[in-house]
């Protein structure tokens, strides 16, 4: 949304602690939560159903809604429509400030979100992490001995959810915001405010899920299936609300991100030159457009369920909760592409620039990744191959999952196409990179096991399941954002992170990554079940040892961060405007990047991955006129 | 704090950002009902312990069918009258006044029902598709007042108004196209 026609005298700025900004969302989320239980509570009364009950779930999800709306209206989102809606001039601002509180509010600067999205979401990772502690020191022994097996069970759910939750994020949310403008020779997204939006449903439903601890949380793990979800108390209503706030968040940044590649590519940005994380962006949006939606619907019928009295997933009135594990896998199996796609695109964008030779194949990447979108909607009932289905089904499912493999399979040529006879520099990003590509081979590989009925039906509920999907999302994603972390984040904050603590980081997660999720695969075939705070006594030796190294791994993690506050608090050495000497576009810009990205819009006028080649065109000029000659 | 003023951008970006926009938004409008296409189908397929219909006989005969041929008719009215109103602002007005009609016979005819949600794996999916419809329709007809109010007080040029009719029409029509589904399903499969 331009505001060239619209003051700016409409803009309220109250200054200081006062005004639209995050302590006066924080208060009116807080207030709006007893109002809305209060007026549940009122509504409520006099139902049959809840009657008998020790719990209103009504009062419950009517003070999430209303704290969403504090929440919102705190941050001024509802500032633009309501004068819009009264036919009034909307109060756009004709400018962008530069100052450090646009990082605690409303901000239509897609960089700021991006910085937002850093920060906010990896502050959730950590709580992820910190569970992921508490649940390795629980399986230190055998037997219930640090938490109750129902808080054990809580612990996971909670774990998995806010990992889930989170990683949604990870990737798209900062680098997608902060450089898909960049890269594509654009001053902004499509739709700026929708962009902060995006970001501010994230904290929100963060805090939403931690709220369920005060309800002693919820016990059907980050899947929330039916019936047990029904049955749950009202950390259950913290779940769903949260993960609805999550697949709000999700479709609208998708949409978002697909509009800003579709409409705003600088002149000469054809396909065939649209860099490879752009690609990766553009596939998982369709996924985040597509799939979000029906999850969002989904814990809708939940919702209802619990409060209104619907029968969606209950057998007993109607239902079947086989409807929900339909219709929640439906979004969940792409979801776990919505998760790996961005990281395909920024290994594939790092590469070449390391390997100082062309992107190999890159028509074959832009294939793989829009082949794995089309079929990811075509797998999701591998999720239900012990849940009963017909098993006439089982062939078509087992299929189409094992057929996924081929396009994934297509990014892990043209890795080897594009390091076969490079000039390899091993800098950290290149480092994670590579090891993404380890990790991710050894989590595909796994995942065959799954997607096989025979071996499914031995291994699913088990510790293998645990494996696979650790060495996809956290060895293949979180490993990508590292390196996508240590390769751009220099340019989005002009400070160049330590050099000797970042390889400390790289090798300890590394090693401690694989000797944390390897031995889980023998876990698994021994029969150790999941969500299971108990185990079998001859396992305790092959848990210690896990559990050791999930503390080291731990301890990795915090040396990112030490290295993180050290970097950009204490140490700020400036960094180099093209340390990486990358053809990329946002790399032409200098450090840190001015607030509306370029002066005049780029003409593209050459490929990002021409490393090598000679005689090739710059990636594009500044000069409208000299790129036409050139023409 | 300082600042830097936004640059001016040429008027046909926007657009252009609002039509794709708007086709991403109804693909997402539609895949949300596609949840409750796949519910209705699923359980009614599965009838569990005979209660898809409440277990009760006669079921079929909705009790307020009057009232879904008259919102299904607002609805696809309203549909028609918005295509147009980038022309013409009256026809906006008439596309909004239909749409509010709509939804008040919804509202009415949840109070004629004579079934509550807990009545079986039917009125579980009617009053789920239904009540979520309504509030889209809410949300969307609020999105038209927006527009058709900014319009009459001047606040935004012919070519603006134009390129948001354009989008709020396609939304609006998919929710026409998603009403109309509702209605063949709801009433006449059941």
């Known amino acids: 949304m331009t505001a060239t026609a619209l003051p700016a005298a409409s803009r309220r700025r109250l200054g200081g602690w006062i005004g639209f900004n995050l302590l006066t969302a924080i208060a009116l989320g807080i207030g709006g939560f007893f109002l809305g239980a209060y007026i549940g509570g009122v509504l409520a009364a006099g139902k049959d159903y809840l009657v008998g009950t020790d719990q209103n779930d009504i009062g419950v999800f009517m003070g999430f809604l209303f704290a969403t709306v504090g929440w919102l209206a705190g941050l001024g989102f509802f500032n633009y429509p309501v004068r819009r809606l009264a036919g009034r001039p909307a109060s756009l601002p004709l400018e962008e400030s530069t100052g450090v509180s646009r990082f605690f509010r409303l901000s239509t600067d897609h960089k700021v979100v991006g910085i937002q999205y850093f920060f906010g979401v990896g502050a959730f990772f950590l709580v992820g992490g910190l569970n992921a502690m508490l649940i390795r020191t629980e399986l230190l022994t055998p037997n219930e001995r640090f938490v109750p097996a129902g808080q054990y069970l809580s612990l996971v759910g909670l774990h998995g959810t806010m990992m889930i939750m989170m990683t949604s994020a990870f990737i798209l949310g900062p680098f997608g915001n902060y450089l898909v403008p ?100 553009l596939s998982t949006s369709v996924l985040m457009v597509l799939a979000a939606p029906v999850l969002i619907a989904t814990l809708l019928m939940e919702l209802t369920d619990r409060s209104a009295n619907t029968s969606f997933y209950l057998a007993s009135g109607g239902g079947s909760p086989y409807l929900y594990e339909n219709l929640f896998w439906f979004f969940g199996h792409p979801e776990v592409y919505i998760l790996a796609l961005p990281g395909f695109g920024i290994v594939l964008e790092i590469l070449p620039v390391f390997a100082r030779k062309p992107l190999w194949g890159y028509r074959l990447a832009v294939a793989g990744m829009l082949g794995v979108t089309f079929l990811s909607f075509f797998v999701w009932q591998h999720h239900l191959f012990v849940s009963g289905i017909n098993s006439t089904l089982r062939p078509f499912y087992m299929l189409t999952t094992e057929l996924i493999s081929i396009p994934t399979g297509f990014i892990f040529l043209n890795a080897i196409g ?36 025979p071996s499914d039906v031995t291994t699913h509920g088990s510790f293998f399941v645990i494996a696979h999907f650790h060495y996809t999302i956290m060895g293949g994603l979180v490993f990508a954002f590292f390196a996508a972390t240590y390769y751009w984040l220099p340019k989005m904050t002009g400070i160049a992170l330590n050099e000797r603590l970042a390889r400390i980081q790289f090798w300890t997660a590394f090693v401690f990554f694989n000797l944390t999720f390897f031995p889980l695969f023998a876990a698994g075939f021994l029969d150790m079940p999941r969500r299971v705070s108990t185990y079998a006594p001859s396992l305790q030796t092959l848990n210690d040892f896990v559990s050791a190294s999930a503390f080291a791994l731990g301890g990795s993690m915090l040396l990112f961060l030490g290295n993180l506050i050290w970097s950009l608090a204490f140490a700020r050495v400036p960094a180099a405007e093209n340390p990486w000497r990358s053809r990329g576009l946002e790399w032409q810009l200098p450090t840190p990047v001015p607030v509306h990205n370029f002066d005049r819009i780029p003409v593209i006028t050459g490929s990002p991955y021409d490393y090598g080649v000679e005689g090739a065109a710059p990636v594009a000029t500044f000069d409208a006129a000299a790129a036409a000659a050139t023409a | ?136 329709a809410l949300g969307a007809l609020l999105w038209l007042e927006a527009i058709l109010a900014s319009a009459r007080r001047g606040h935004a040029g012919p070519v603006r108004v134009e390129a948001e009719i354009a989008s709020f029409s396609l939304v609006w029509t998919m929710l026409g196209f998603v009403e109309l589904v509702a209605f063949c399903l709801l009433y006449l499969v059941q």
């Open chain 1, 182 to 281: 960049l890269m594509i020779g654009s001053r902004r997204m499509a739709f700026p405010r929708v962009e902060s939006l995006t970001f501010w449903l994230t904290p929100l439903a963060g805090l939403v899920l931690l709220s369920a601890i005060a309800w002693n949380g919820f016990p059907t793990g980050w899947t929330g299936y039916a019936p047990l979800a029904d049955e749950a108390r009202a950390g259950m209503d913290a779940y769903i609300w949260s993960f609805m706030l999550i697949g709000l968040s999700i479709t609208l940044n998708g949409l978002n991100l697909l509009t800003t590649i579709l409409t705003m590519r600088a002149p000469g940005l054809t396909w065939g030159r649209l860099p490879i994380f752009v690609w990766g962006a």
């Open chain 1, 418 to 453: 594009t390091l076969w006879q490079g000039r390899i520099r091993f800098t950290v990003p290149m480092l994670f990179a590579l090891a993404f590509f380890f990790n991710f081979l050894i989590g595909g590989l796994s995942g065959i096991f799954l997607s096989d009925v």
């Open chain 2, 1 to 136: 704090m300082t600042s830097v003023p936004i640059p001016v951008e040429p008027p046909e970006l926007e657009a252009r950002v609002l039509r794709v926009g708007s086709y991403l938004l109804s693909a997402a409008v539609a895949f949300f009902f596609v949840a409750f296409l796949f519910a209705f189908f699923y359980l009614r397929a599965l009838d569990n312990n005979g209660l898809w219909g409440g277990g009760k006989r006669g079921h079929h005969v909705h009790p307020a069918s009057t009232a879904g041929i008259v919102i299904l008719v607002c609805v696809l009215a309203s549909v028609a009258l918005a295509r147009r109103a980038g022309t013409a602002l009256a026809a906006g007005w008439g596309a909004l006044a239909l749409g509010l009609a709509a939804v008040g016979v919804q509202c009415w005819q949840y109070a004629a029902l004579g079934f509550g949600p807990g009545d079986g794996g039917y009125a579980s999916v009617y009053l789920g598709w239904t009540a979520f419809f309504t509030l889209f």
